[in-house]
């Protein structure tokens, strides 16, 4: 058999080239790490109360979740009368001061006028169960003032 002068070595093989599917693959990797990462960024790390008896349902609304964090084991060590405060409020990632109403409700404004949702936008408060009730009333009131009817209260599974 005569050998071909274009292929020096041969004829040429069929194969398959998975490079590019090898590059999709570790994008959608990175995507996925990131897209979990910003989307934890929400929610603090709060040990939220088991209700008693719940009418809860999964709603799938456009909403907000409002963190209400309470002062750390070493604050309230350092200054007892902070147990069962709020220190923080976080909302979409911005974290204000226990306490600023005004700026609550600001933010919750904002995030109901950018969801374009209207009457049916929610806001879902999730806060520590070390917390006393009175701590959770301020954010309700911002809520309401932002004109926003629907709250929610984020509790653990039983």
Do not use: C
């Amino acid at each position: 058999m005569r050998r071909s002068q274009v292929y020096a070595r041969g004829p040429a093989e069929m194969g398959f080239n998975v490079t590019p599917m090898i590059d999709m693959t570790f994008l959608l990797i990175v995507f996925f790490l990131l897209a979990g990462t910003f989307a934890s960024a929400d929610n603090l790390r709060l040990e939220v109360p088991a209700p008693h008896e719940s009418v809860a349902a999964e709603l799938d609304r456009p909403s907000v979740v409002v963190n209400v964090a309470p002062y750390s084991e070493a604050e309230v060590a350092a200054e007892p009368a902070r147990r069962g405060q709020a220190k923080l409020w976080q909302v979409r990632g911005r974290r204000l001061r226990a306490g600023d109403g005004a700026g609550l409700a600001e933010q919750l404004r904002q995030a109901r006028t950018a969801s374009g949702a209207g009457e049916a936008f929610e806001v879902e408060i999730r806060a520590d169960r070390s917390l006393h009730y009175g701590q959770v009333r301020p954010v309700m009131a911002a809520a309401r003032q932002a004109g926003i009817r629907t709250m929610n209260l984020t509790a653990r599974e039983p």
